[in-house]
């Protein structure tokens, strides 16, 4: 079994300046980084963004890191309103600016994939609307993507109007099937709504996915939990992602664990590592 390559988001170093918070990730032994553009985090509207961007594209070559990239930063956009706006409202346009730059942003960093979602369905517009709307804003993202040779990786988030694997498959239909838009999948979110158990996600996913997102999770709450503290069994997790020959980022996805930022991420890691071994020595024992 191959090793998998486990990496840790910045929303999880939110109290971190970008370049502490690589060193402790990679410090750690992890290989990449799920990083967040965010307003502190490599700022996708700053004045001497192309001046960052190749500063950060160097840390990363020299910590040996591997790069997604998110952008899920709450108020990034707008001061008030967390996520707004999204490709669901009347006026989309900052959300589309924003996730062209993250795909610029991407290419140039080597990323190996940006990751998106299609937000809360305003009140108001109807479910045909707000679908005709994420499928419209969907193809322009596709492509920017497409033009900068970058995959995207949507993800379903519960609550959103793309919440399930089956949901992200009927757009990825609307939009005509094309290469470039693949799958995030957060192992959490499995848990928390998906009629199969995660490990069975991640087989079904085979040859969609790009991007992967890990946290605990109960059934029927959204909210990422520290490994140990949900319902998600992680050794067939594991053993699906080796069996599917997933090769990208296993990334921690803990946004509200900042305050504690280093030792969370160093038990994640040691968690993960012995998941990844359980996970080995069940299929030697019925091999």
Avoid at 10 to 20: A, E, I, M, V, Y
Avoid at 102 to 123: K, M
Avoid at 222 to 233: I, P, R, Y
Avoid at 260 to 267: E, I, M, N, Q
Wanted: with cysteine.
């Amino acid at each position: 079994m191959t090793g998998l390559r486990f990496g840790y988001g910045t929303n999880g170093f939110s109290n971190h300046r970008l370049d502490d918070a690589l060193d402790v990730i990679a410090g750690l032994g992890y290989q990449g980084v799920a990083l967040t553009l965010d307003h502190h985090h490599l700022d996708p509207f700053d004045a001497h963004l192309a001046r960052h961007v190749r500063t950060v594209g160097q840390r990363l070559g020299e910590l040996g890191l591997g790069v997604v990239i998110e952008t899920g930063a709450r108020f990034l956009l707008d001061k008030w309103h967390k996520h707004a706006p999204t490709l669901l409202d009347d006026e989309p346009g900052p959300r589309l600016d924003f996730l062209r730059r993250a795909v610029r942003i991407g290419a140039d960093l080597g990323a190996e994939a940006v990751s998106f979602w299609a937000g809360v369905r305003p009140p108001g517009v109807p479910a045909e609307e707000a679908w005709r709307r994420l499928v419209g804003g969907c193809a322009e993202v596709l492509a920017a993507a497409e033009g900068a040779e970058m995959m995207l990786g949507f993800e379903p988030e519960p609550g959103m109007l793309v919440e399930s694997m089956a949901d992200w498959e009927r757009l990825r239909a609307d939009l005509g099937a094309p290469v470039r838009f693949g799958l995030t999948l957060d192992i959490g979110h499995c848990r928390c709504l998906e009629p199969v158990p995660a490990d069975e996600c991640v087989r079904l996913a085979a040859g969609s996915l790009v991007n992967v997102q890990i946290d605990d999770m109960v059934r029927g709450v959204h909210e990422h939990l520290e490994f140990g503290q949900g319902e998600v069994d992680f050794p067939p997790v594991m053993r699906a992602l080796a069996d599917i020959g997933y090769g990208g980022l296993v990334a921690v996805e803990l946004p509200r664990h900042s305050h504690a930022a280093p030792s969370v991420a160093r038990d994640s890691l040691a968690f993960l590592r012995e998941a990844e071994q359980r996970s080995l020595d069940r299929f030697q024992e019925v091999s």
